[in-house]
């Protein structure tokens, strides 16, 4: 189906990155898969390649193009759903030395940055001249090639929207090796078929995305982060639709407490209270009288709901910087820290009225398996993420011991999660993308007339199939 690459091929790949490329087998391990926690998904590269600019990006795609060499394009490896494993070998074209952040243009509040520039980068950046990107996937790591292929969301979705929304222009280059450029410093544009759309969440099969034009806003005033404890979750899931009928905070997060102890020991960091479920609520505004009144507000509705405090004064509100990062950076580790016992982490997506009904659906799966399902994810929006454990969960403690038969039980638990996310209406990814483990599942929520369209696409921009083959669906 493909061509290998062999030694000539490697010559002109090292000319034209100017020998920086890696070929030999023990230095290529680490560019074999990305987060998702099973490494039997990990499959290795015939060849790395590190392009400096677009240019070098054009001339290795025209040279895999004309050979037939698949091609993978990487950024951070931050995925969790093994959208850059090299599934067919040949060539890995890393972006990670295209970090630059080209501009700041304060005056029309953009950014212009290479594929290869971070989030903790870019956000420190940004911090510097007063302004804001709302977006946070979580992991800092991440970079932006990744980040728009994946059309990453995050917590403060329910309020900012998705990284979509914030990409006002692109350079990308196709598998052919042309460069071409979508988009601009403007804000409207019905100046033919929106393909910067389309490119955003397309998982680096169309093209490889070497430059983004990024809008941004001025930064909030005041931001405080409220995190209510709640005896269940029942309760906490009950507070959210009322809390978005009256206020839109900037993120609402719901955490099942199980999951909180080990991240703290992962960290060595604590989280400001106790309780069996919680409620995360980020809220800026312009003043600190009026985010108070937001969290007051807040707080009542959750008073109303269960919540496991006896009044709005015991609120744990975290009110400086590092208090506020420190409960971010809990719940952003959490897979981290369940990670070594995970088979697979989730990225359901239903309607925010229905996650209790959903997470209620798991609770049943998990009690007729035995196994556990710990839940957490943006209340706010509907994105759930149910994680499938090696281990089991017995009278409703969990287990300490892998089960033997894991294996076993996975496909099962797998297949009636999804079935019943169907029955809610629900999509398979809200934000991690399809990737190459989600692809049984896509036929299950889209017609069969869209995927055919996805297909036609891909093979319009890609008729050789060389750009991340094996993704999101087969050709």
Known sequence: MYNKVGKK?????????????????EKMQDYAGDEFALSSIRKMPEVVVKPKDSDEVAKILR????????????????????????????????????????EIDKENMMAVVEAGVTLSDFYARVEEVNLFFPPHPGEESAQFGGLINTNAGGARAVKYGVVRDYIKGLEVVLPQGEIITLGGKYMKNSTGYNLLSLIVGSEGTLSIVTKAIISLLPKPQVTYTLVVPYDNL?????SVPEIRNKVVPMAIEFIEGEVIPPTEKLLGKK????????LMIIVDGSSEEEVFKVLEDIGNICLSHGAAIKSVDELSIADTNKRQEDVLEIRSKIYSALKSKMIEILDITVSPAKIAEYVAKVYKISKKYSMWLPNYGHAGDGNVHTHLMKVGITNGKIDEDEMKDWESRYPLVRDEIHKEAKGLGGIVSGEHGIGLIKMEYLPMFVEPAQIEIMKGIKRL???????????????
Do not use: H
Request: charge should be positive.
């Open 9 to 25: 091929i490697i010559k002109q790949l090292r000319e034209i990155v100017e020998n920086n490329i890696i070929y030999e087998p």
């Open 63 to 102: 040279l895999a193009d004309q050979k037939k060499i698949p091609v993978t394009p990487r950024g951070g490896g931050t995925g969790l759903c093994g959208g850059c494993v090299p599934l067919w070998g040949g060539i890995v074209l890393s972006l990670e030395r295209m970090n630059n952040i080209l």
């Open 234 to 238: 029942d309760n906490a899931l009950e």
């Open 271 to 278: 989280w400001p209270v106790k309780g069996r479920a919680y």
């Open 461 to 475: 921009f890609d008729p050789n199939n060389i750009l991340n083959p094996g993704k999101v669906f087969t050709i």
